[in-house]
């Protein structure tokens, strides 16, 4: 059974910092898309930043722009994971972050996980 398992959420002041995990299992996804989206009360969920496979152990990533500068999205191929560095963290940012992989269409994957909570607040 493929999973996708988010950890790494929780509470953080405004200007602060949260690293997220998404951690496969079942199968691997290297040459595959991984994503990170949000959903926040009330909203639509959003695209955060994608992974793309170019190469052996080599990705393409790109960010949506309220988060550009601030979030770092990387890979690791090793451990099966994907990961989110979360600086600068502003209220806007609250929301749970959801771990996708295998692209199929705009923004829509094959697999998700079950999102975690990022809380900005003082």
């Known amino acids: 059974q493929v999973q996708l398992v988010e950890s790494g959420g929780g509470l953080a002041l405004p200007g602060g910092s949260l690293r997220l995990s998404c951690a496969a299992s079942g199968r691997t996804f290297d040459s595959d898309e991984m994503a990170w989206f949000r959903q926040a009360p009330g909203k639509e969920r959003e695209f955060v930043a994608r992974?793309?496979?170019?190469?052996?152990?080599?990705?393409?990533?790109d960010y949506a722009d309220y988060v550009k500068g601030r979030f770092t999205a990387s890979r690791d191929v090793a451990k099966n994971a994907m990961y989110l560095e979360m600086h600068s963290l502003e209220s806007e940012d609250t929301a749970v972050y959801y771990c996708?992989?295998?692209?199929?269409?705009?923004?829509?994957?094959?697999?998700w996980g079950r999102g975690t909570q990022v809380t900005v607040s003082a």
């Open positions: 992974t793309q496979w170019i190469g052996v152990r080599q990705y393409l990533v």
């Open positions: 996708a992989a295998q692209r199929v269409g705009i923004a829509n994957y094959n697999y």
